[in-house]
C-alpha cells in the first residue's frame, strides 16, 4: 500500500544484507541512528540477539568505520602513517631522536588509532574490564556453547551525506536592500 504524505522524499542510502546467519537491527536517539549487524552464527538465542544488540549500540555510540583492522586500506594506513610523521617532526619534544624511535612511536600511534576505528578492537564500553568487542562476543559464543562472529555492520543517521546550503546573511540583506 503507497500513501501520499505530501513530502519530497528519497532515498539516498540503502543496504541490502543476504545472510545465512543473523541480522540484528538497532534504532538509537529516536530514530535519528539506525543500524544493521550481520553476524555468522548457527543460534538465534535471546543471548546471542542481545549480544549483537549490544554490538549494534556499539556501533551506534562509537561510529566506527571499518570492522577490523584486517579491513583497512594500506593507503588509509600510509596516510596516516604521513600525518602522523609530520607531526612528530614538528614536536620539539622529538628533536635528536633517531629515525628508528620516531618509526616506533608513528606505529604505535596507527595502532592506537585503528583501536579506535576498527570496531572489533575498540573497547567495549558496556564492559566492566577492559575487553574489546571481539573478546566480548567471543565469551558470549563460548558461553553459549556456540559459532558467533559479526560479519558486518551498516549504520545510517538522519542527514547523512546531505550537501550544507552556505548561507551569507548578510549578503543576502544587502541583496534585498538593494545594495
Known amino acids: 500500500m503507497i500513501a501520499v504524505i505530501g513530502e519530497n522524499m528519497k532515498i539516498r542510502r540503502f543496504e541490502k544484507i543476504q545472510t545465512s546467519g543473523l541480522v540484528v537491527s538497532y534504532i538509537h536517539a529516536?530514530?535519528?541512528i539506525g543500524v544493521l549487524i550481520e553476524a555468522d552464527t548457527d543460534s538465534d538465542s535471546d543471548a546471542v540477539k542481545e549480544c549483537l544488540k549490544n554490538v549494534a549500540m556499539q556501533v551506534a555510540a562509537m561510529n566506527p568505520k571499518y570492522l577490523s583492522?584486517?579491513?583497512v586500506s594500506e593507503d588509509y594506513k600510509e596516510?596516516?602513517?604521513n600525518i602522523l610523521l609530520a607531526q612528530a617532526k614538528e614536536d620539539p619534544k622529538n628533536a635528536g631522536k633517531p629515525d628508528n624511535i620516531i618509526e616506533k612511536m608513528i606505529i604505535g600511534r596507527l595502532n592506537k588509532e585503528l583501536k579506535e576505528v576498527c570496531l572489533l578492537e575498540q573497547e567495549y564500553v558496556k564492559a566492566e574490564n577492559k575487553e574489546n568487542v571481539a573478546k566480548y562476543v567471543?565469551?558470549?559464543a563460548k558461553a553459549e556453547g556456540v559459532k558467533l562472529a559479526?560479519?558486518?555492520f551498516v549504520r545510517f543517521e538522519t542527514g547523512e551525506g546531505l550537501e550544507k546550503k552556505n548561507e551569507d546573511f548578510a549578503a543576502?540583506?544587502?541583496?534585498?536592500?538593494g545594495q
Open 172 to 177: 543576502e540583506v544587502a541583496a534585498q536592500m
Open 138 to 140: 567471543e565469551s558470549v
Open 79 to 81: 596516510h596516516e602513517k
Open 30 to 32: 529516536g530514530g535519528k
Open 69 to 71: 583492522s584486517a579491513d
Open 150 to 152: 559479526v560479519k558486518k
